[in-house]
């Protein structure tokens, strides 16, 4: 029976609160018997029945609901919804298709994962309606923030590579981050991306820059569509898998992908944070390394869960979820600076993980020595590596103008430093880089095309 405090008190004699329960059917044929579960006595309650996916999400934010039950074809759901609701600590169970319909095997497997990848928790068939009570009450009992899971029922991917094969488990994910200022971060992000390339790693470098991303130009890639926002999309539907980026992302050398960033700075706002991590699962799942040139912004304090999308959320979702962080600075007053406050801003988003830093730009007329800028960077974040990257300004305007990678440039200072620098991330041994590639390059005029 229940109680007055909305517990519920079982034949044994212990209690245990009731499980509040959101619907959001649609008018789905399967609601009717849905309600009747729902309402049944036991351990749980109905809090709403929803009208529409606005109702739901405002409902929801409340905080009192546990468990929304919603259903596939609800105009609108998708990957950001889903998160919403998750943020509001609601686990979402969506029930797919009708009761008199026959989806074959195959199109239940791809239903379920593209749901599974839009965020949500259960994915009951319509058919088996009547275990929906066990399942609400397993879902209620998870805890800590929702994290999409990985796909074991995924069809093999086909990475465009004839003669690699797919990694047995995930990529490395490397994010190349630095103060205001631009202190090099896409030279340096281009360059290890492509040095692990020329190592034998396939690579996919992604453009995640929320204020307007270079990758593109500095690599000759200047095609209108953007590859970033074309990907999101499909991450948002839940249709992004491995096989789908891998068709999305443009080769730019041998091994390379490059997913092309924002066509426009005021674009930002279409890459929701749910559909920017399921990106970077499917990028991880499809090659070994994935390098991403994210944006200098950091949250300048806590999150607040009732807030729309802000402008560095792909940025601080890519800090959070790297496996290795490069932060790049200028080796002048202004760089070093920004650097020193910067780190503490870093560390105070990502407490934990290896950091390396990048003083790029180190020339002798600054009147520094590589040990007294290491002892400055010392005093701020004990412990971490510190690479120094040589003003060569020559060989990156060679790789500038040509539309080449530092490796397809040629031999320099400054991919030699860069090689280095991958390989420390990396934990690999140098690789063997400076040959020219095979891509076929006429030098670009001021608009950016080639001649």
């Not at 074959?104 to 275990?131: C, F, H, K, N, Q």
């Not at 974040?381 to 500038?400: I, K, M, N, Q, T």
Request: hydrophobic share 45%; proline share 6%; with cysteine.
């Amino acid at each position: 029976m229940s109680g007055v405090d909305g517990t519920f008190v079982a034949r044994d004699g212990r209690s245990a609160r009731r499980v509040a329960v959101l619907l959001a059917a649609g008018a789905a044929a399967w609601e009717e018997q849905a309600l009747e579960l729902v309402a049944a006595p036991g351990r749980l309650a109905l809090l709403k029945r929803c009208l529409d996916l606005s109702d739901l999400l405002a409902t929801a934010a409340r905080g009192s609901a546990q468990v929304a039950v919603v259903s596939d074809e609800l105009p609108g759901l998708d990957a950001d919804a889903l998160d919403r609701l998750n943020q509001a600590g609601v686990r979402t169970l969506v029930v797919t298709g009708t009761v008199s319909g026959r989806p074959t095997p195959d199109d239940e497997v791809a239903v379920r994962s593209r749901l599974l990848r839009m965020g949500a928790s259960r994915v009951l068939a319509a058919e088996a309606v009547g275990s929906l009570p066990e399942l609400v009450l397993a879902a209620a009992q998870e805890d800590g923030p929702f994290a999409a899971p990985r796909h074991d029922d995924a069809q093999p991917v086909d990475p465009g590579h004839a003669e690699d094969e797919v990694a047995a488990g995930p990529g490395r994910l490397v994010v190349v981050w630095g103060p205001t200022g631009a202190p090099g971060r896409t030279t340096v992000a281009t360059g290890v991306a492509a040095v692990a390339a020329a190592g034998g790693h396939r690579v996919t470098l992604i453009d995640a820059d929320p204020y307007g991303g270079a990758v593109g130009q500095h690599l000759a890639v200047l095609e209108d569509i953007s590859g970033l926002l074309s990907a999101a999309r499909l991450a948002n539907s839940g249709e992004l898998d491995p096989a789908r980026l891998a068709g999305i992302a443009r080769e730019v050398a041998p091994r390379l992908r490059l997913l092309t960033g924002l066509p426009r700075p005021d674009r930002w706002t279409e890459v929701r944070t749910q559909a920017f991590h399921q990106l970077l699962t499917a990028a991880v799942e499809l090659d070994e390394v994935v390098v991403v040139d994210t944006g200098f912004g950091l949250p300048s304090g806590p999150a607040d869960p009732f807030a729309g999308a802000a402008r560095d959320d792909m940025t601080v979702t890519a800090l959070e979820r790297a496996d290795e962080i490069i932060v790049v600075a200028s080796a002048d007053p202004v760089g070093l600076t920004r650097l020193a406050r910067g780190l503490r801003e870093l560390l105070d988003t990502r407490p934990s993980g290896q950091v390396t830093v990048v003083v790029n730009r180190m020339r002798p007329t600054l009147g520094w020595s590589e040990s007294e800028v290491a002892g400055l960077v010392g005093r701020v974040a004990p412990g971490l590596r510190v690479h120094f990257v040589p003003d060569d300004r020559a060989a990156a305007d060679r790789s500038l103008v040509g539309g080449r990678t530092l490796v397809e440039a040629g031999d320099s200072a400054l991919l030699r430093s860069v090689t280095r620098l991958a390989a420390d991330v990396l934990g690999s041994e140098q690789p063997v880089v400076g040959r020219r590639g095979r891509r076929r390059h006429g030098r670009r005029d001021l608009a950016g095309s080639r001649r």
